[in-house]
T-cell receptor
Framework: EAQVTQNPRYLITVTGKKLTVTCSQN?????MSWYRQDPGLGLRQIYY???????DKGDVPEGYKVSRKEKRNFPLILESPSPNQTSLYFC???????????????FGQGTRLTVV | DQQVKQNSPSLSVQEGRISILNCDYT??????FLWYKKYPAEGPTFLIS?????DKNEDGRFTVFLNKSAKHLSLHIVPSQPGDSAVYFC???????????FGTGTRLTVIP
């Protein structure tokens, strides 16, 4: 079954404690990205990756890091989480990325992160 | 600044009637538009899309209309079913860019 898998689904952590949210896709997609969803703001892109070892910032990259060492995985790293990073996070993958147009994204189920 | 706007946070419709969800955008460079549906505790799932070279795209009960001069698109669901109850996100992209801009979503409730 084609899917994007995020872990964990729920996470409560304290300010400053480094954490990683994992994302894995089994569709051999080149393009992966991370979004956060906040009330009244919709989904905003954090980082994206066009392929292995190719990553770039989205609209709200501050406080986040990513890596793409293999095609299927795209972890999101919060080196020093702060309460304003409390949000619902989604990982997405697509075959070629938005730049090529005419492509849909597949989303993971989301990770609800609370930073206290 | 929101480049894609959904001004109706919620919409309630009787089963069997038409649901119309609206979306406005500000960036005239957007040339591809998508609608996603999201159920609670799940990620968004792709529903339907339209290229800027068209003004209408139909897929079963779902039709998307694009009015480029007004920078407006709408999603029509006919007939509406209780299983359509979800949050609907409008999204837009520009060929050559690497971002997909989302609206804030409209929660549709279809009343049996």
């Amino acid at each position: 079954e084609a899917q994007v898998t995020q872990n964990p689904r729920y996470l409560i952590t304290v300010t400053g404690k480094k954490l990683t949210v994992t994302c894995s896709q089994n569709m051999n997609h080149e393009y992966m990205s991370w979004y956060r969803q906040d009330p009244g703001l919709g989904l905003r892109q954090i980082y994206y990756s066009m392929n292995v070892e190719v990553t770039d910032k989205g609209d709200v990259p501050e406080g986040y890091k990513v890596s793409r060492k293999e095609k299927r995985n795209f972890p999101l790293i919060l080196e020093s989480p702060s309460p304003n990073q409390t949000s619902l996070y989604f990982c997405a993958s697509s075959l070629m990325g938005w730049a090529s147009g005419n492509t849909e994204a597949f989303f993971g189920q989301g990770t609800r992160l609370t930073v206290v | 600044d929101q480049q894609v706007k959904q001004n109706s946070p919620s919409l309630s419709v009787q089963e069997g009637r038409i649901s119309i969800l609206n979306c406005d955008y500000t960036n005239s460079m957007f040339d591809y538009f998508l609608w996603y549906k999201k159920y609670p505790a799940e990620g968004p799932t792709f529903l339907i899309s339209i290229s800027s070279i068209k003004d209408k795209n139909e897929d079963g009960r779902f039709t998307v209309f694009l009015n480029k001069s007004a920078k407006h698109l709408s999603l029509h669901i006919v007939p509406s079913q209780p299983g359509d109850s979800a949050v609907y996100f409008c999204a837009a992209s520009e060929t050559g860019a690497n971002n997909l801009f989302f609206g804030t979503g409209t929660r549709l409730t279809v009343i049996p």
